[in-house]
Nanobody
Framework: QVQLVESGGGLVQAGGSLRLSCAAS????????MAWYRQAPGNQRELVAI???????NYADSVKGRFTISRDNAKNTVYLQMNSLTAEDTAVYYC??????????????WGQGTQVTVSS
């Protein structure tokens, strides 16, 4: 069993910064891609940023130059540094991690979600 615990969300003024964390724990042999998604009210869940096992990153156009995804493999943790936040960044943010347990293939796990609210 694998659990993902997110932290770091909250209320921030426009132009401010937040750093999200997502720590995976449990029966983990290795991790592959780690990603952050977000879902605003009335919208579909969208990919914000992804970092692959070898460190290659990709970002949604709307966050390029403002957000940075990183990972600490020793801690099985993925981070999302969010700068220059705007009201359009308001959403629930979810982490998604590909985890392989001993003797099992990779599968995707989701965090519980953390609310980010940007006041204008």
């Amino acid at each position: 069993q694998v659990q993902l615990v997110e932290s770091g969300g909250g209320l921030v003024q426009a132009g401010g910064s937040l750093r999200l964390s997502c720590a995976a724990s449990g029966s983990i042999a290795s991790t592959n891609a780690m990603a952050w998604y977000r879902q605003a009210p009335g919208n579909q869940r969208e990919l914000v940023a992804i970092i692959r096992g070898i460190g290659i990153t990709n970002y949604a156009d709307s966050v390029k130059g403002r957000f940075t995804i990183s990972r600490d493999n020793a801690k099985n943790t993925v981070y999302l540094q969010m700068n220059s936040l705007t009201a359009e960044d308001t959403a629930v943010y979810y982490c998604n991690v590909q985890v392989a347990s001993v003797g099992h293939a990779y599968r995707n796990y989701w965090g519980q979600g953390t609310q980010v609210t940007v006041s204008s």
